[in-house]
Every structure is written in C-alpha cells, then in structure tokens.
C-alpha cells in the first residue's frame, strides 16, 4: 500500500517478463497447471457480472416475463429514426459487406471533428487526431496495450468502470486503485498521490460523468488531472460516454484541458447519446501518437465498422446534434419518479445528476450484507436485478447502481417489490 491509493502487481506479484532473466522463475509444467485456461494476470478476479447474469438467467426461469433487469446501461430506447433509416438505405450497398479499412472511415472522421469542434470549439485533425472505434469500451480496453510496457503503473479509480481496470490487465500493468468517498462528492483525491506514487505513474484511466456514481464532475478536476500529467510525465485517458447525459451541470472534456495534444486521448460513444448501443460505434480523439499508438494495434485485432453503421452515425452528428435532449428529459421524470416510488417503498435514494443512473448505499434492513449478495438475494426472490457495487470496485461493496431503462410503470413495480421484500427481511 502506497499512500493515498492501492497498488495490484500483477496476480500478486511482478510479472516474470518485467524480471531479469536470471531472476525469472521456471514455468510451471504443464502436467501441474490448474486446470483453467485463464491466464495468471487475471487470477483471483471476483467475475461479479457473472455471477449476476447466472442469478439473472435462473429468475428469468421463475419469473419469466416479470424479471425487471434495472442491472444494464443499455437504453430502452431506440436509435433515432433517421440513424435507421441511413443505415437501412447504406445496406444494399456492396461496400457494407465488405472489410472496412482506415481509409474509408475519412467521412465520419470528419463529421467527428466538425461536431468536436461546434460542441467544444477545439479544433482537432481528422487524420491524425481521429479514430473510430468498435465501442467506447473497447477503445479504453485496448488502449494500455498500445502505451504501456508490462510492469508500468497505470492508475484507476474505485469504483470505476471495469473496462478501465480490465485494460491494465490486459497490458500486465501494475494497478494502482484511487479510492473515492460519498463524503467528498466523489471527486478524484489527486492531492493525496504521494511524489513517487505520481512519479511512477505512465497512464491514467477514468471518467466524468462517472459510472457507476452517476457523479457529472467537474472541468476544475480534468484540468488538474492533465496538469499533474504534463508535470510527471503521465498520459490520461479520459471515457466520455455520457458527455450529453448530464442533468444538473455541464459535463467535462478533457480536450478543453490544456495538455491534451501532448498526453491526452478522449473516448466518446454513439451508445448513450443516440441509443446505438448494439451498432456498436464509437470514436477516440486525442494527441497524435497515441491515436497513432492505438489504431497500429487495432489493427492486428479488429477491422473497422460497416459502413452502413457508419452512415447512420454521420447523420447522428451532423443532423441530430441535439437529439439527446430528449433523453435527458426522459431519464430526469424517471429519475424523480423512481426516487420518490422507492422513498415510499422505505428506500429513501439520492437523485443523481447524471440521467442513466441512481447510486446509493444499500438500505439498512440488509445489515451486514454486501452489494453483490444484496443483488442475488434480491433478483433470486423478486425478479428485479439491480447492479453490485463491488463489481466497480471494493470502494463500492456498500452501495448499488440502479439503470433507470424501463418505462415508470415498470420501475413502479420494481420499487413495490423491493420495498415489500425488505419488509419481509
């Protein structure tokens, strides 16, 4: 433990690969292997995702129609029409079959610069500070690979999302977790980084408007996050999905901290904004030699979208800037709907400023019981599934993340359900 956050060699230990070779001990042989296949680095991972799609998969068994998932990011809504309408008429064009090459996503790279440009005045290269992505996800997944030699400390918060955690992992980066607390609004200690733990440091990995708190943050917090960057040496990549999703304040951009052509790398998403989470599209922009860095390793992984999906997601930018307004008045009457259905049911919950989520403590008739059991005891015996706070972290092993993505109807009966199931606790 160094002071201020949590460091994780890889399964415990310094990789082999990152000791001299006299030092490197001999491989287990193969007849004494444990039978999984996974590797060591990803060893003694609690898979709380997993255990909850099981549970979810037996109540869906039980309760059939009635299972109510409020466990998943991922909209109720549809993609705007016209976004339908480009990718339908796009499809019967041979080229939406074929193998996409860099070359051919220049269009919407630069319907990504335009729209960089009139929604954050930044001007940014098409060419060279551009690059689409199968998913926000993936990009930040994939990015520790193209930066960082194993070994390397890559820093990021608790809770978090997974991705940003499973990427270092993927890289054999040495983790270094920084706690957030409900008491300080849940803003980044980065005062409390000690001068090696900061010295130490190759990357940075997090995001405002943050998942799972549902906290918006704050401009102030990037601009001090690039400036301890430029000051150690540090790149930061910053998972922007939500940057239209904010209900109270305006959401952050690390391209509107000065710095960010040197060392930073921005992840932006066509999931939340215009519900095209299963078109899976997305685009990274960002100083030139990591853009650079991370399009030479997606291309030994991936080709690029279809060109019909990235027709749809032009018309997204340059027709439908403002159609996630729409979204942010729809999740804010679910938001205060369900807040006042679950203070009814005896759950009094915050309200988030940031329109996917609620995020909160779990109610005090559980007693002693942790987030990730709370959630299988709860969708096991009501058939409503709610998301494990541990699965973001050991800081959020108290507390729960609530996807407002049904129609208040639904998130209605939910709440009745869970309220008459803690009665009966």
């Known amino acids: 433990m160094l002071y201020g956050c949590v460091v994780e060699p890889v399964g415990g230990q310094v990789p082999d690969d ?13 007849a004494t292997r444990p039978p999984s296949a996974l590797a060591r680095r990803f060893a003694g991972r609690t898979d709380v995702f997993s ?18 998932d409020l466990s998943l990011g991922c909209t109720d ?3 705007p029409p016209q976004v339908t309408s480009a990718i339908v008429r796009q499809l019967g064009q041979r080229s939406s079959s074929a193998y996409c090459l860099h070359a051919a996503t220049r269009p919407l790279r630069v319907s990504v610069a335009a729209w ?3 929604r954050f005045d930044v ?7 551009v690059l689409l992505l199968v998913g926000s996800q993936e990009g930040t997944a994939h990015f520790p690979l193209a930066v960082l030699e194993p070994g390397d400390h890559g820093l990021v918060l608790d809770p978090g999302y997974p991705s940003h955690t499973g990427g270092l992992q993927l890289a054999s980066a040495r983790i270094q977790r920084l706690p957030l607390r409900p008491e300080d609004g849940w803003r980044p200690p980065f005062a409390s980084l000690s001068h090696g733990e900061r010295e130490s440091l190759r990357l940075m990995v997090f995001g ?5 708190t549902a906290t918006v943050g704050l401009q102030d917090w990037l601009d001090e996050a690039m400036a301890m960057a430029n000051h150690h040496d540090i790149l930061v990549a910053h998972d922007n999905p939500y940057v239209d999703l904010a209900l109270d304040g305006e959401a952050p951009c690390l391209l509107r901290s000065p710095g960010w052509q040197e ?10 904004s215009w519900c095209m989470g299963g078109f899976r599209i997305a685009f990274a922009v960002g100083a030139t ?10 291309g030994w992984i991936d080709f690029n979208q279809s060109m019909a999906i990235q027709a749809g997601a032009m018309v997204a930018l340059d027709d439908l800037e403002n159609w996630p307004a729409r979204l942010r008045s729809l999740y804010r009457c679910r938001r205060d709907h369900m807040v006042q259905a679950l203070a009814s049911a005896g759950w009094p919950m915050s309200p988030r400023p940031m329109s996917l989520y609620l995020w909160d403590r779990l109610p005090g008739a559980v007693g002693a019981m942790d987030s990730l059991a709370f959630c299988l005891k709860l969708v096991r015996d009501t058939g409503v599934a709610l998301t494990p706070g541990s699965g973001f972290g050991a800081a959020g092993r108290h507390h729960v993340r609530l996807a407002l993505v049904a129609e208040e109807p639904r998130l209605t009966e939910a709440a009745q359900r869970v309220g008459a199931w803690l009665k009966a606790l």
């Open 18 to 30: 990152v000791l001299p070779l006299r030092m490197q001990a001999p491989r287990t042989p193969a």
């Open 51 to 68: 255990a909850m799609d099981r549970a979810k998969a037996e109540a869906r068994h039980r309760h059939g129609r009635h299972l109510i």
């Open 77 to 79: 809504q549809p993609p």
């Open 116 to 118: 960089i440009r009139r």
């Open 123 to 129: 001007t940014v290269d098409p060419d060279t500070q």
């Open 208 to 212: 405002f408007p943050h998942n799972p």
């Open 263 to 272: 060392r930073g790398i921005e992840f932006f998403s066509f999931s939340k």
């Open 289 to 298: 030699p990591l853009i650079q860095a991370l399009k030479q390793v997606k």
